[in-house]
């Protein structure tokens, strides 16, 4: 699944959702992943979010992969509303499944099921799964993605392309298996599904004083990047090589002929933090035996520099629309079994 390019985004989505309620402290916005509502003397954060670019386990991830963007904002989630949709009545037994990974997940992290919505049409063609997040600040001050400074240093955790080789192992491994990847390699990428959450490090990180935060979802690492510059108006210049790829994702990406910065990665956390915060900061989330690098800088101007060497790739152009998953979903059959 895909987003719609920016430009069709800002024509017929954010054209229509203006409010005039003043305890709308943030509503619709491009890139600000929840939305921030004053309600008594707290503030609630939402976020809603589907996935249909997965078969198995879609509960589970559906469940993360939204309370992701609540911790991202520094503040944990307490409560969340499932929509559950299959293609026919025939499916109930799919609907249970699915319940049942987001119970899984939930339990993870400690957040309550506290309603939504269950069905069939026959206008899909594979379960979907929609998850509303909701948390409350309690005193603490929401992280924007749009607050990067200059001269701060950009973290990043746990590597790139996470989520999307998981899908691709549990999904797409017949094709794996053709592609040349061993049985060993698929069920190990099949466990990334685990390193999903976020959740953590995010707190850790809005506790050591990070001034910009978001997940790396579609559009991976490298569209997560030029969202926090195009939002804070800042450049970031990044090493490649200090960039967090496991041997699996490389191995992967190999075979499949996708490139790792732009694969959708929930589980990966983005974060610039203050020069003086960095050591504490790879510190703290290091002591959670989560692997987390500094890989560059925010500068002065705008859009994302790569330094590969001596080469520099220079992106500046937002391509939410543009997902390496929703490429190889075009490309390959999914299977959904190893055997």
């Known amino acids: ?10 024509e017929n989505v954010y054209a229509f959702t203006g409010v005039s309620d003043p305890d709308v402290m943030l509503g619709a916005a491009f890139g600000e992943d929840a939305a921030m509502v004053r309600v008594g ?6 976020h809603v979010d589907p996935i249909v670019g997965a078969v198995e386990g879609i509960g589970y991830l559906a ?3 939204a309370c992701n963007d609540i911790a991202a904002r520094g503040i944990p989630p307490r409560w969340i509303l499932l929509l559950i949709m299959v293609p026919r009545l025939e499916d109930a037994e799919t609907v249970g499944r699915v319940m049942a990974d987001c119970r899984r ?5 400690d957040v309550s099921i506290i ?9 899909i063609s594979r379960p979907l799964a929609a998850v509303t997040a909701l948390g409350v600040a309690g005193g603490r001050t929401p992280i924007l993605t749009a607050g990067a400074r200059i001269g701060d240093v950009v973290l990043v955790t746990k590597g790139v392309a996470l989520e999307g080789t998981a899908i691709l192992a549990q999904d797409f491994a017949g094709t794996a298996k053709r592609l040349g990847l061993g049985e060993e390699e698929i069920a190990g990428a099949r466990r990334f599904i685990d390193m999903v959450s976020v959740i953590p490090e995010a707190l850790d990180l809005a506790e050591q004083g990070a001034h910009a935060m978001h997940d790396a979802t579609r559009g991976g690492l490298l569209e997560t990047l030029l969202e926090i510059a195009h939002l804070s108006n800042v450049g970031i210049e990044i090493d490649a090589s200090s960039i967090p790829v496991d041997p699996l994702v490389a191995r992967f990406a190999g075979a499949f002929g996708f490139d790792p910065l732009r694969m959708i990665s929930s589980g990966t956390l983005a974060a610039t933090v203050p020069p003086e915060q960095a050591a504490a900061a790879l510190e703290r989330v290091r002591a959670r035996h989560v692997v987390c690098a500094a890989i560059g800088t925010v500068v002065e101007g705008g859009g994302v520099r790569v330094v590969r060497g001596g080469e520099v790739d220079f992106h500046d152009e937002i391509r939410c629309e543009e997902d390496e998953l929703a490429r190889m979903w075009a490309r390959h059959r999914p299977d959904g079994s190893a055997g």
Do not use: C, N
Request: net charge neutral; hydrophobic share 40%; aromatic share 6%.
């Open 1 to 10: 699944m895909s987003k719609f390019p920016l430009r069709v985004l800002r």
């Open 63 to 65: 469940v993360h992969v």
């Open 41 to 46: 003397g707290d503030i609630l954060l939402s």
């Open 105 to 109: 997940a939930a339990d993870e992290i």
């Open 115 to 123: 309603g939504g919505h269950t069905g069939y049409s026959s206008g």
